[in-house]
């Protein structure tokens, strides 16, 4: 019989293969090196800076033209409001959907439309929402420089991308669950609530923590808004105007002062911390349902 | 060919109840014609078995019993399912009623990530049973009724995935049990298992249809010989035959069914 397989060839062969094999996975072990270095020495720079100017009087005052007296009170506030807001209203909004294209919805070439634009949302830059919230949000409905402004337009702005997470995170979604939960006579909503919504948990949740993570930290959109950044007062309603902790660095550092970088550095610190407490509670329920299911 | 092939075979045992009863069943997935003018009686507290090649329509057939098969789009039928006498077709009859009479086993054990008790108490409580105490006498009577009871009293809040796959299916089977339906559909549920395990899903079944009115696809001719009272042959979409199992596996009355046992084809 012939033989197909020289395996002396294949010997030959061997080395070449061994070699490849131990230079790939070299290269992807600095690929995540390297980001991580940078990590390491961005956050060196920062807390370096900071220590010193990041006390309690900085988390209680409010912004100063002499560095010393800066705050990042307002801002964080502001942050904490518009997480208040975007959160619940973007995840309702974007789960909400997700579950009815994925669950409901039959395929036409109508959710096929749907989809795509969702999909070409997620890429459309965060200064076109800006400029949507402006024209429908601050003029249209005469919210102005508000909370409530701010909080739609980032709402919209972080949709596409939890919409489309969800989806995923649904999709993952053995059938024979919904299978096996429709057999036993359960209607469809019990079935989304019972088994494919906690199935999903997890993966909605690490999605939206990415989208979240952007909206506590993007500008560009309250820009557009004309979100002030200098302000000695808290919002007390919905209605009020305010600003966020991106705005405040980002005008921190423009400062010609040299200790206003510090002040930045301080105010960059309390931005990680928030997003870090965010993501924390974020894992936290992800967990929780892990380990119920 | 068909009907004379039914008299011929069915006429001994007139007295059991039917349960279900389908005539001239056709259902087309898209263009494609899947089952063709199907024609079955199913009988109380036995079991039937349904057997044939890849495609034949067997699995088609069973989600249909319980319209299951709804749920892949692009599916018509026409003709007509009776369950206890009522046409399970008809608009006024809701889907969720259907499917708490008639409960299903799959292919793949498919429990859900819950704790086994959980999985077993999921049926009533979507039906609305909240009370503890009823909760823990179904769970009890459904793990004992699908013969999983002492291996699993002692871990009933752990995850079921932890389970062997002979165990979740028989776990699959408690909690299908747990809504106390009439009649249990089976789609190959042991395709998946070892032999032991198997062995005990067969045991099981025999220890079942003394209660319940049971209707298994199996690809596995020993195992329709083995388990059931009457089998029905399945060929691109059409009964073939149908008759007692005994029958059927000794003297066939078509050539393809006698091809088809003997291991000719398929």
């Known amino acids: 019989m012939k033989r197909l397989v020289d395996h002396s060839e294949v010997i030959q062969h061997m080395n070449g293969r061994l070699v490849k094999n131990n230079i790939f996975k070299l290269l992807f072990f600095f690929a995540t090196v390297f980001g991580l270095i940078i990590l390491v020495v961005l956050l060196y720079r920062v807390f370096t800076q900071a220590t010193g100017w990041l006390n309690i009087d900085f988390l209680q005052n409010f912004p100063s033209r002499i560095p010393e007296r800066a705050g990042i009170k307002a801002a964080l506030v502001g942050s904490i409001w518009l997480m208040a807001m975007v959160a619940p209203l973007s995840l309702f909004l974007g789960v909400g959907t997700a579950i009815y294209l994925e669950e409901y919805a039959k395929k036409s070439r109508f959710t096929d439309f749907i989809q795509t634009n969702i999909s070409n949302l997620a890429g459309v830059p965060s200064i ?9 949000f601050a003029r249209g409905m005469e919210l102005g420089r508000s909370v409530l402004a701010a909080g739609l337009t980032m709402s919209l702005l972080v949709l596409p991308v939890i ?16 299978e096996a939960s429709y057999g036993m006579g359960a209607t469809k909503w019990q ?5 494919v919504l906690p199935a999903a948990v997890p993966g909605i949740l690490t999605g939206s923590i990415l989208a979240l993570s952007r909206a506590i930290g993007e500008t560009a959109p309250l820009i557009v808004l004309g979100i002030p950044t200098f302000i000695a007062y808290l919002p007390k309603s919905v209605f009020d105007t305010f600003t966020v902790m991106p705005m405040q660095i980002y005008n921190w550092t423009g400062r010609p002062q040299e200790e206003f970088q510090h002040v930045a550095a301080a105010g960059i610190v309390v931005l990680l911390v928030l997003l870090v407490m965010l993501n924390s509670i974020a894992i936290w329920i992800r967990n929780k349902f892990q380990k119920r299911f | 060919m068909l009907t004379m092939v039914k008299e011929k075979t069915i006429a001994p ?8 009863r389908t005539k001239e069943l056709n259902l087309w997935y898209g263009e494609h014609h899947a089952l063709k003018n199907i024609e079955l009686d199913i009988y109380e507290n036995e079991v039937t078995a349904i057997i044939g090649p890849s ?9 249909t019993l319980n319209r299951m098969i709804e749920l892949v789009p692009n599916v018509r039928t026409s003709g007509e399912i009776t369950y206890r006498g009522r046409n399970i077709f008809d608009p006024t009859y809701r889907v969720e009623e259907l499917r708490t009479q008639v409960g299903m086993v799959f292919q793949k054990p498919n429990p859900f990530p819950k704790s086994i008790y959980e999985n077993v108490a999921y049926g009533p409580r979507i039906h609305g049973i909240r009370d503890k105490k009823i909760l823990d006498e179904i769970v009890e009577k459904s793990l004992r009724g699908a013969a999983i009871w002492d291996e699993v009293k002692d871990r009933l809040h752990e995850n079921a995935y932890g389970l062997s796959g002979g165990q979740q299916q028989r776990l699959c089977i408690a ?5 106390e339906p009439d009649v249990i559909l089976m789609d190959e549920p042991t395709s998946a298992l070892d032999p032991i395990s198997t062995l005990k899903v067969e045991e099981l079944i025999e220890e079942l249809k003394k209660n319940y009115s049971i209707i298994i696809v199996t690809h596995n001719m020993q195992q329709a010989a083995r388990i059931s009272d009457r089998t029905a042959f399945f060929l691109n979409g059409e009964v073939v035959e149908f008759a007692e199992t005994d029958q059927l596996f000794s003297t066939p009355a078509d050539k393809r069914t ?3 046992i003997t291991g000719r084809f398929g």
């Open chain 1, 128 to 136: 076109v929402f800006g400029l949507l919230g402006l024209t429908v």
């Open chain 2, 13 to 20: 045992t007139e007295e059991k109840a039917v349960v279900y």
């Open chain 2, 175 to 179: 909690r299908c049990l747990a809504i």
């Open chain 1, 163 to 178: 919409v489309v997470a969800s989806q995923e995170a649904l999709r993952a979604v053995p059938n024979q669950l919904r």
């Open chain 2, 258 to 260: 006698e091809d088809y």
């Open chain 1, 191 to 195: 079935t989304i609530y019972r088994v």
């Open chain 2, 55 to 63: 495609g034949c329509g067997k699995s088609t057939y069973i989600k």
